[in-house]
Each structure stands twice: as C-alpha cells, then as structure tokens.
T-cell receptor, first 114, second 118 residues
Framework: DVKVTQSSRYLVKRTGEKVFLECVQDMDHENMFWYRQDPGLGLRLIYFSYDVKMKEKGDIPEGYSVSREKKERFSLILESASTNQTSMYLC?????????????FGAGSRLTVL | AQKVTQAQTEISVVEKEDVTLDCVYETRDTTYYLFWYKQPPSGELVFLIRRNSFDEQNEISGRYSWNFQKSTSSFNFTITASQVVDSAVYFCALSEPFGGGSQGNLIFGKGTKLSVKP
C-alpha cells in the first residue's frame, strides 16, 4: 500500500555538501510538491511540479533546486547545505488541476546539517 | 492575502475528554477548499477531510466532526471522547486561488499539537 516514498528518513550532512532528497510516488499523479516543516512555522512550500520537466517556485525556494525527469520521481537538491536547512522535508503528490486536490504525503526526511 | 490561523499551538487533554481544534482562514475567493490533515508521531500527514466553500453542512465521521461557518471564516474540528491514538499534530489548510501558476496549492496553518493522556 506504499504510495509516496521518500528515500531517506534521516540524514546527517556537513555544511557545504550537496544533498539529494528523493521522492517517488506510485499513483501516477501529475502534481508533486516539496515542503519544509519547522516547529512553530508549519509547512512551507519549497517547489512544486505539475508535469515532467516542469517546476515552479513555492514560498521559500532559495537555496534549493528540484528535478523531475520522470513522472513518478521528484528530487529536491540542496546545492550547498547550510545549518539553517536543518529541517523535516515532506514530499507530497496529487492529481487534478483544481484546489480540490488531496495531497498524499510521504513519511518525511529529517535532515541535519552540521 | 490567503491565510490560515490555528491559534492553539498545543492542547493537552485526558482520555475521553472532548476537544475542539480551531481554524480561522482568510481569503478573497468565493470558491475555495478547506482541509484537515493529521500528522501522527510517525511523521506522515494523513488526509482527514475536504470541504468546498459552497457546502456549509457539518460533517461527522465516527468520533470526528467538523463545523464550517463561512460567516466567521472558521472550520473547526472536534474529537469526541478522545483517545491516546488521537495524539498528533493537526493541520488546517486552505486552497490558493486558481490560475496564475498556482492551480490550487494549499496554504497550511502552523498546526496544533494534541496530546491525549491516559
């Protein structure tokens, strides 16, 4: 019954390292999202994609990039990790083109940058 | 501007108590959707309910009920006879306006952490 899979639950990286967070969904959803979750700040949208090779900036894209080469996979890239990127990262997917879309979330990837 | 406010940061109750989680939203749209998600300690957000702006009927699902009032821009969530398994962070969310590259992305509140003690 696995739907949205994030490759790593916990990662520890050093400042300046390049970090890849992978997300795969098996529901043939066209929409995919990366959120960041921090205490007291809730969920904030980093990037989203409505189609293969397509990407749009969310509310906090600085310091991040994304890649969507295949419909089922949406990768979040930290080109040069910094300590303020220590956070929980949540991937989600949905189908449809309206605000009625229900998001299906992965279990999250908790990243610590030392 | 679109905004979702969950004023209660943390709530602690004893098992079997009823508890209401508040959600107030702001939007200029006439057509929008509201959602509640649950995030248990395992981390994965789970969808609970979706409501469109034209349907103000309250909804009940087992011990869960939702009260949607457009007049006060609120979409509150009540758990009756709470259980330890209800302990989680609960998020209320509002759909962004359609068009302009958004296509209905969700705006989340900051969440309410509910702790139900035995």
């Amino acid at each position: 019954d696995v739907k949205v899979t994030q490759s790593s639950r916990y990662l520890v990286k050093r400042t300046g390292e390049k970090v890849f967070l992978e997300c795969v969904q098996d529901m043939d959803h066209e929409n995919m999202f990366w959120y960041r979750q921090d205490p007291g700040l809730g969920l904030r949208l980093i990037y989203f994609s409505y189609d293969v090779k397509m990407k749009e900036k969310g509310d906090i894209p600085e310091g991040y990039s994304v890649s969507r080469e295949k419909k089922e996979r949406f990768s979040l890239i930290l080109e040069s990790a910094s300590t303020n990127q220590t956070s929980m990262y949540l991937c989600a997917s949905s189908t449809g083109k309206t605000g009625a879309n229900v998001l299906t979330f992965g279990a999250g990837s908790r990243l610590t940058v030392l | 501007a679109q905004k979702v406010t969950q004023a209660q940061t943390e709530i602690s109750v004893v098992e079997k108590e009823d508890v209401t989680l508040d959600c107030v939203y702001e939007t200029r749209d006439t057509t929008y959707y509201l959602f509640w998600y649950k995030q248990p300690p395992s981390g994965e957000l789970v969808f609970l309910i979706r409501r469109n702006s034209f349907d103000e009927q309250n909804e009940i699902s087992g011990r869960y009920s939702w009260n949607f009032q457009k007049s006060t821009s609120s979409f509150n969530f009540t758990i009756t006879a709470s259980q330890v398994v209800d302990s989680a962070v609960y998020f209320c969310a509002l759909s962004e306006p359609f068009g302009g590259g958004s296509q209905g992305n969700l705006i989340f509140g900051k969440g309410t952490k509910l702790s139900v003690k035995p």
